[in-house]
């Protein structure tokens, strides 16, 4: 197949070839009609002239050739001018094309410029916007750094005062202490033993009606009783006052109170509708409260069994309560949902809230009633003033956080312990460490494992994670007990405060008790 280009060359040839061939045909006609006249003319009288004329038509032959080859290099010309036309005219129709793709491809680009233009005013409109918004933030940022200096520089100014305020009041509690050691000093030159033991804070303390006179504590070495007390972790066991009763909250959501002695069941207390965490018992032993996982805390009078409110008011588990060992209508909470609260007992009504950084795991009383101790995921130690919600005094007792606090019977020290295995027996009036309790082997298995001070604080009691039972000795400063019975982590422990005996319970909701 020949292409269009091609053909049209290949029919140009073809007509020049006929184009010759008739010219040469047509020089063979002239030569045959002009031979008759060139005989006449031979022949006539003119025949004299024959030889000019012959020579002139010699000339005009020759002419007519040098024509006829002027023709062909004119039509060789004329072939070679409309090859390169038709060559011209394709390259023309190239170009054409090319220039109508250029026209389109322009006519694309304009349009894109259009719409970037478009784009571009957008984005400009844009920009100013955020500028202006970003010159609005500058000026209230500028605005809060005035704020931020102003409240810096109050609570520098605060910190000051504060400073001041520790100061005034170390040095009240330097001339208490000084008082203090002066009476202990008359009292030892008198040799009032007993009257010695009852002073807290140079101020004698007064026995309540009914009190038991404790007796001193000796360290336990065996297990006389194995209660199956509770279908799952039984994390909370403590001693009704100056009683062998002893009550018992687990995880299926049971108090129960048994008789350390006879290990019967002395009553079983509903109204508890989860995990129970914690358990508090009031001075006269009418009540006790029990803190849940259910973000309530329920009130049962211990008599009856009958739940006498349900205080409502957290917002997560609650791990902690305490009531003062003095009569008193309030107690007090704490959860993880970073408050403490105090509950007037007999409306059931929230009275108090305590914020705190940190969330609380363990808290108590002090001997005042109005203060509270409490232990707390950050490992610290915190003293509030429960009538102003202030925070009293910290110490940072424990790298890690902290899963009890136990007030001893006098209620000059009280005993944390912490997630870092270390067990620290506090002086309240000056929140210095007076001893520090730790052994191999000894490994809290909870955020509320609790310990327990005996009621003379003379010993000390804390369950591991390997089943066993750890008793120290202030007096021979260090571990004269381990306590070999239960088959799961203990949770818990608690001594009686007329001086024995001592219970602990577990995991798998057993509770042992030792003498």
Same mark, same amino acid.
């Given at each position: +197949?020949?292409?269009?280009?091609?053909?049209?060359? @290949?029919?140009?040839?073809?007509?020049?070839?006929?184009?010759?061939?008739?010219?040469?045909?047509?020089?063979?006609?002239?030569?045959?009609?002009?031979?008759?006249?060139?005989?006449?003319?031979?022949?006539?009288?003119?025949?004299?002239?024959?030889?000019?004329?012959?020579?002139?038509?010699?000339?005009?032959?020759?002419?007519?050739?040098?024509?006829?080859?002027?023709?062909?290099?004119?039509?060789?010309?004329?072939?070679?001018?409309?090859? @390169?036309?038709?060559?011209?005219?394709?390259?023309?129709?190239?170009?054409?094309?090319?220039?109508?793709?250029?026209?389109?491809?322009?006519?694309?680009?304009?349009?894109?410029?259009?719409?970037?233009?478009?784009?571009?005013? @957008?984005?400009?409109?844009?920009?100013?916007?955020?500028?202006?918004?970003?010159?609005?933030?500058?000026?209230?940022?500028?605005?809060?750094?005035?704020?931020?200096?102003?409240?810096?520089?109050?609570?520098? +100014?605060?910190?000051?005062?504060? +400073?001041?305020?520790?100061?005034?009041?170390?040095?009240?509690?330097?001339?208490?202490?000084?008082?203090?050691?002066? #009476?202990?000093?008359?009292?030892?030159?008198?040799?009032?033993?007993?009257?010695?033991?009852?002073?807290?804070?140079?101020?004698?303390?007064?026995?309540?009606?009914?009190?038991?006179?404790?007796?001193?504590?000796?360290?336990?070495?065996?297990?006389?009783?194995?209660?199956?007390?509770?279908?799952?972790?039984?994390?909370?066991?403590?001693?009704?006052?100056?009683?062998?009763?002893?009550?018992?909250?687990?995880?299926?959501?049971?108090?129960?109170?048994?008789?350390?002695?006879?290990?019967?069941?002395?009553?079983?207390?509903?109204?508890?509708?989860?995990?129970? #965490?914690?358990?508090?018992?009031?001075?006269?032993?009418?009540?006790?409260?029990?803190?849940?996982?259910?973000?309530?805390?329920?009130?049962?009078?211990?008599?009856?069994?009958?739940?006498?409110?349900?205080?409502?008011?957290?917002?997560?588990?609650?791990?902690?309560?305490?009531?003062?060992?003095?009569?008193?209508?309030?107690?007090?909470?704490?959860?993880?949902?970073?408050?403490?609260?105090?509950?007037?007992?007999?409306?059931?009504?929230?009275?108090?809230?305590?914020?705190?950084?940190?969330?609380?795991?363990?808290?108590?009383?002090?001997?005042?009633?109005?203060?509270?101790?409490?232990?707390?995921?950050?490992?610290?130690?915190?003293?509030?003033?429960?009538?102003?919600?202030?925070?009293?005094?910290?110490?940072?007792?424990?790298?890690?956080?902290?899963?009890?606090?136990?007030?001893?019977?006098?209620?000059?020290?009280?005993?944390?312990?912490?997630?870092?295995?270390?067990?620290? #027996?506090?002086?309240?009036?000056?929140?210095?460490?007076? @001893?520090?309790?730790?052994?191999?082997?000894?490994?809290?298995?909870?955020?509320?494992?609790?310990?327990?001070?005996?009621?003379?604080?003379?010993?000390?009691?804390?369950?591991?994670?390997?089943?066993?039972?750890?008793?120290?000795?202030?007096?021979?400063?260090?571990?004269?007990?381990?306590?070999?019975?239960?088959?799961?982590?203990?949770?818990?422990?608690?001594?009686?405060?007329?001086?024995?005996?001592?219970?602990?319970?577990?995991?798998?909701?057993?509770?042992?008790?030792?003498?």
């Amino acid at each position: +197949m020949l292409t269009t280009r091609e053909a049209e060359e @290949e029919a140009g040839r073809v007509a020049i070839k006929l184009a010759i061939k008739d010219l040469r045909k047509r020089h063979s006609v002239e030569e045959g009609a002009h031979a008759p006249a060139i005989l006449a003319l031979q022949r006539s009288p003119f025949a004299s002239q024959g030889s000019e004329w012959k020579e002139k038509a010699e000339s005009l032959e020759l002419e007519l050739q040098q024509c006829y080859k002027a023709q062909a290099r004119l039509s060789e010309q004329l072939v070679d001018e409309v090859s @390169e036309c038709r060559a011209s005219k394709a390259l023309l129709e190239e170009k054409s094309a090319a220039v109508n793709k250029l026209q389109n491809e322009v006519a694309q680009s304009r349009e894109k410029c259009l719409k970037l233009e478009q784009d571009l005013d @957008e984005k400009s409109r844009a920009f100013d916007l955020i500028g202006q918004e970003n010159e609005v933030l500058k000026t209230k940022l500028e605005e809060i750094i005035k704020k931020l200096r102003s409240t810096e520089a109050e609570n520098k +100014m605060l910190i000051e005062r504060m +400073m001041l305020e520790k100061m005034k009041d170390a040095e009240k509690l330097n001339e208490v202490n000084s008082m203090y050691q002066e #009476l202990m000093d008359q009292l030892k030159v008198s040799g009032i033993e007993r009257l010695a033991r009852q002073e807290v804070d140079g101020v004698v303390r007064r026995i309540e009606p009914g009190l038991k006179v404790r007796a001193d504590s000796t360290f336990p070495s065996t297990c006389c009783h194995v209660i199956r007390a509770h279908d799952g972790a039984c994390g909370s066991i403590t001693f009704l006052n100056n009683s062998a009763k002893l009550v018992s909250g687990g995880q299926d959501r049971k108090v129960k109170v048994w008789d350390s002695a006879s290990v019967n069941t002395v009553n079983d207390l509903h109204g508890c509708t989860s995990s129970v #965490l914690d358990l508090a018992i009031a001075h006269d032993n009418r009540l006790v409260i029990a803190a849940c996982t259910s973000n309530n805390l329920f009130v049962i009078d211990l008599t009856s069994g009958r739940t006498l409110h349900t205080l409502s008011g957290h917002r997560d588990k609650v791990c902690g309560v305490d009531l003062p060992r003095t009569p008193s209508r309030h107690a007090a909470s704490a959860a993880y949902d970073h408050t403490i609260k105090l509950w007037d007992i007999g409306t059931g009504f929230c009275t108090n809230t305590i914020m705190s950084s940190s969330n609380c795991n363990a808290l108590s009383f002090a001997a005042d009633a109005s203060t509270i101790c409490s232990g707390h995921v950050d490992g610290g130690l915190r003293l509030w003033d429960s009538r102003s919600s202030k925070l009293v005094n910290e110490v940072a007792g424990h790298s890690s956080a902290v899963t009890s606090v136990n007030l001893s019977r006098s209620g000059n020290m009280v005993l944390t312990s912490g997630r870092d295995n270390v067990h620290n #027996l506090f002086d309240l009036r000056s929140m210095e460490v007076c @001893e520090r309790f730790r052994v191999n082997g000894n490994q809290l298995a909870s955020n509320w494992s609790r310990s327990c001070i005996s009621a003379d604080e003379n010993y000390v009691a804390v369950g591991s994670a390997d089943g066993s039972v750890h008793i120290w000795s202030r007096m021979n400063k260090g571990v004269v007990a381990t306590l070999k019975g239960h088959t799961a982590p203990v949770l818990a422990c608690s001594w009686n405060g007329l001086g024995g005996p001592l219970a602990s319970s577990d995991k798998s909701g057993t509770i042992c008790i030792w003498s």
